[in-house]
């Protein structure tokens, strides 16, 4: 089964950067529809800093590479999602320490620590129409189909789930985080933190063909 | 903007440097991670305790770092949470056989830093401990909190957890210990005005000429109301009984009774406030056995006092009168 290293990690943290960077107005234009209309800014700042300081990471194990990269996202995103997204790559580089390599299988066990790392930083539950609810089918497909697909056919399945979940949720009431201060009006309008999964993954798919 | 400052981006760190001259011998500083430390410390022979906020609410709580107080300490920028590695070198720095303890003030910044630098040191396979003090009375929830907030009553954890530790109690008594501090420990705050952190340059909010915040954060947070200036007696009057109510303290009860400035109250209207704070106490049955009159928890340079009453028990009242040394209490 196909591992993957400490270089392959790096690829898929700097797409996940790059991918807040150019979405930066796209994210916060669907903020705006029913939240603070920072979010794109809030995250686009962040991963800004974390390409600032890409040379600087200590590269000495996945582990250490992802905490450090986990302490700059807390440091640098704006607002509640900092400490979020922060926490979601902690769990991930706890989860990979002492492993030089990782299969998928280790990345659903990282992703599953990372969504549950979430929900007790956050307090958001499975159906509050957060991020959490796309990262969950995500997680799903990683965990099915592991050993049956190889990843570039594992991320194609879960980027369709994601952007499914973006569609699946768009007409629910949120009850965390920054739509649900809008009630029933964040009723029709799809969660940025659940959009920017599903185009987080859409853009990891040209990082898996690599 | 008036103020002893060089580079305002450089305040905490000077800060730092001033207090470890000031101490030779007795501090250590890691101006990477911008820790303070006990230069003494034998991390094995204790339990060490740790803290790290916001700085500018000095002495809270580097000059806290001291025998029979805190271990280290890893403070923020002015009014800013320690970032997560700061606190994570700070945990592993002080990691013992027995573990390690932080104590910090219910707010959001600080406690996600030190929740997630406790996940990654227990990943390391670090003991960690942790207390949240949440003593401010005044509201429930705030621009920095979900519920309330931990101001002066800090102190009191510290002191108490410094002592025990030093006496040779566990990882476990000393988080039992913490939060019984917490669940007896009442505070309420004024402000006669504002401040100004030296790298915003200008106030944190306006207060008039003639008015006060009652029930003010250390940050400057909006507390219960707006109210006209009025005496010194009718002013610890409406924050004693605030404070006395919520425990609720009653008739026979022994407390420590704390008049803390928030940073720019003379120290002889202090003592005007304790007079008027310690009659109170009296007046309702309480009895003072231990008493702290100056400043312990502050908010820059703002003109304002808070009060803190502690319940004490035979326990607390032993480790209260415990032995200390800390930077600022040379004599």
């Known amino acids: 089964m196909k591992t993957f290293d400490l270089h392959d990690v790096e690829a898929v943290v700097k797409s996940i950067a790059n991918t807040a960077i150019a979405n930066e107005k796209y994210f916060s234009d669907l ?8 979010f794109g800014v809030s995250l686009a700042t962040g991963f800004k800093v974390v390409l600032d300081k890409w040379e600087e990471y200590d590269r000495s194990s996945i582990n250490a590479f992802l905490l450090k990269v986990s302490m700059v996202i807390t440091g640098n995103v704006g607002g509640s999602s900092g400490p979020l997204w922060g926490t979601a790559f902690m769990r991930a580089g706890i989860k990979a320490k002492g492993k030089e390599e990782i299969s998928l299988l280790d990345v659903a066990s990282m992703m599953r620590s990372a969504i549950e790392g979430i929900m007790a930083r956050g307090g958001a539950k499975v159906g509050d129409k957060t991020l959490i609810d796309g990262l969950i089918p995500v997680a799903e497909v990683f965990e099915q189909h592991a050993q049956d697909k190889d990843h570039t056919g594992v991320i194609a399945m879960a980027t369709k789930a994601a952007e499914d979940a973006v569609e699946t949720t768009k007409d629910w009431v949120a009850k965390r985080g920054r739509q649900s201060f809008t009630g029933e009006r964040s009723a029709g309008t799809p969660d940025p933190g659940i959009v920017a999964i599903a185009t987080i993954m859409k853009n990891l798919e040209t990082v898996g063909q690599e | 903007m008036k103020k002893f400052v060089n580079d305002p981006a450089n305040f905490v760190p000077e800060m730092m440097e001033g207090l470890i001259m000031a101490n030779p011998g007795k501090l250590k500083y890691v101006k990477e991670y911008n820790i303070i430390y006990r230069a003494d410390l034998n991390p094995n022979d204790k339990v060490p305790i740790v803290q790290g906020s916001g700085s500018g609410h000095e002495p809270a709580h580097i000059m ?3 025998k029979g107080m805190l271990d280290a300490a890893a403070p923020g920028n002015v009014f800013a949470a320690p970032p997560v590695d700061y606190a994570f070198e700070c945990l592993k720095l002080m990691n013992s056989e027995k573990g390690v303890l932080y104590i910090v003030n219910n707010y959001q910044g600080d406690k996600m830093a030190w929740e997630m630098a406790k996940e990654m040191a227990e990943a390391e396979g670090i003991k960690v401990g942790a207390v949240v003090i949440d003593d401010d009375v005044a509201v429930e929830n705030s621009t920095h909190t979900f519920g309330r907030r931990g101001v002066a009553g800090n102190f009191f954890a510290i002191k108490a957890c410094g002592a025990a530790s030093g006496n ?7 988080v039992a210990l913490g939060n019984k501090v917490n669940d007896n420990v009442r ?8 401040c100004t952190p030296p790298a915003k340059g200008e106030p944190i909010f306006e ?3 003639d008015e ?6 250390i940050h400057g947070e909006p507390g219960r109301r707006r109210d006209k200036i009025k005496s010194a007696d009718a002013i610890v009057e409406e924050i004693f009984d605030a404070v006395y109510k919520d425990l ?3 008739s026979g009860d022994r407390v420590a009774l704390m008049i803390n400035g928030l940073g720019g109250t003379p120290i002889s209207e202090l003592y005007v406030l304790y007079r008027k704070a310690a009659q109170l106490c009296e007046g309702n049955g309480l009895k003072v056995v231990r008493n702290y009159v100056g400043e312990y928890c502050t908010s820059l340079e703002m003109a304002g006092v808070s009060l803190t009453l502690l319940k004490l028990d035979n326990e607390l009242e032993e480790l209260l009168a415990a032995p200390a040394e800390c930077a600022i209490r040379v004599f």
């Open chain 2, 168 to 174: 040779g109690a566990s990882l476990e008594e000393l």
């Open chain 2, 64 to 66: 806290a770092v001291g």
């Open chain 1, 31 to 38: 903020d705006a529809a029913a939240g603070d209309a920072d």
């Open chain 2, 248 to 250: 609720p303290f009653q």
């Open chain 2, 207 to 209: 207060l008039g000429e």
């Open chain 2, 212 to 217: 006060i915040e009652v029930g003010v954060g």
């Open chain 2, 187 to 194: 505070s309420m705050g004024v402000a006669l005005s504002s």
